[in-house]
C-alpha cells in the first residue's frame, strides 16, 4: 500500500492532557503520534468537520441563486402523495 503525500511539518499547541492522552494511545498501538492525530483529524473531518462543510457548500448556492420555490416544493410533494394514495 502506498502512502499518501504529506504536507510540510506544522506545529501544534495543544493541552497536556490531550497530548496524554495521545501518547497513551500511540503506545497502546504502537503507533506514532502523528499516526493518533492524523486519525483523530479525520474523523473529526467526516462528522462535524463534513458538517461545516455542507453548510457553507448550501450558503454558496444560495449565494449563486440555486435555491428552489418552497412553494412549488410543496405542490409538487402534494401531487407525489395524492398520486401514490389514488
Known amino acids: ?10 506545529a501544534l499547541r495543544i493541552p497536556e492532557d490531550v497530548l496524554a492522552d495521545i501518547d497513551t494511545i500511540a503506545q497502546a498501538t504502537e503507533r506514532s503520534r502523528s499516526w493518533v492525530i492524523v486519525r483523530a483529524l479525520r ?12 453548510y457553507r457548500q448550501g450558503l454558496e448556492e444560495v449565494a449563486a441563486g440555486d435555491v428552489e420555490d418552497i412553494d412549488q416544493v410543496l405542490k409538487d410533494l402534494e401531487r407525489i402523495a395524492s398520486d401514490k394514495v389514488a
Open 43 to 54: 474523523t473529526y473531518l467526516q462528522q462535524e468537520g463534513a458538517e461545516i462543510l455542507a
Open 1 to 10: 500500500m502506498t502512502k499518501p503525500p504529506l504536507s510540510d511539518p506544522i
